[in-house]
DNA sequence: TTCAGGATGCGC
DNA sequence: CGCATCCTGAAA
């Protein structure tokens, strides 16, 4: 892995039209090997991200629009595509970002990453790990990592003035490298238990579950 | 493997 | 105001 900190970063924000593509399966799997990134004042850091889920607003019922409908603590998932969505489950924050036109509430939620940029900041901010794994192999580990935290609810994603940004920075994904299983901690979702819209890269080891 | 932590906000 | 949660770390 390249050190990208002593040079200028490679890394180019997602446009608007990578979120409102219609099929939200395909900005899924382009999803993978993206790039997030997060900055406060100097302080840089980002992580590829490595698994992801998808959910569908109207109908899906493992979706917080799905099961609250648009309340303020889902308002974000009905704004237009290219921003955070971002929420608590237990003490712990997780990031979405939001795809798809407005009232669609469609979003992408991140499980995990491999961290790229800033990894002493990132093992600070979890309390020095053991093991490097444990600093992106979960929704709210990664969170912790990248301090995303509920004052970036909502915020734009797309452009290069923010404090979270989803960038490409070149990395290619074929589409054998990505598995596809059944999300996480849904079970409660009834026909929509057990659908493959959870993906991630073969054999990486910050990968949440196998 | 289990279990409690303890934030958030929906829904009664 | 009760309670379930798109989770995690520690204990066994």
């Known amino acids: 892995m390249s050190d990208y900190n002593s040079k ?3 890394f180019v924000p997602l446009p608007k039209t990578f979120y409102l593509r219609d099929d939200i399966l395909d900005i899924l799997k382009d999803s993978i090997g993206k790039i997030i990134l997060h900055k406060e004042n100097n302080i840089i850091t980002a992580g590829r991200i490595v698994e992801a889920e998808a959910y569908i607003g109207k109908f899906d019922k493992a979706s917080h629009a799905y ?3 648009k309340t303020k603590r889902t308002d974000a998932m009905f704004r237009e595509g290219g921003i955070a969505y971002i929420f608590n489950v237990h003490k ?8 798809n036109e407005e009232e669609v509430a469609n979003a992408i939620l991140v499980r995990a990453i491999e961290p790229i940029v800033g990894i002493e900041v990132m093992m600070s901010r979890r309390g020095f790990p053991k093991n490097i794994v444990n600093l ?3 929704p709210g580990i990664l969170c912790q990592s990248l301090n995303i ?3 970036l609810y909502g915020i734009d994603l797309t452009s290069y003035q923010s404090e979270l940004i989803l960038c490409d920075d070149g990395f290619e994904v074929r589409d054998d490298m990505i598995v596809k299983t059944k999300r996480i901690g849904i079970d409660y979702a009834e026909e929509y238990r057990n659908v493959n819209w959870r993906y991630y890269l073969k054999d990486n080891k910050f990968v949440s579950r196998k």
């Open 8 to 10: 200028v970063v490679p």
């Open 92 to 99: 712990y924050n997780q990031f979405c970002f939001v795809t």
């Open 67 to 69: 099961r609250f409908g």
């Open 136 to 138: 992106g192999n979960g």
């Open 149 to 151: 935290t509920k004052v």
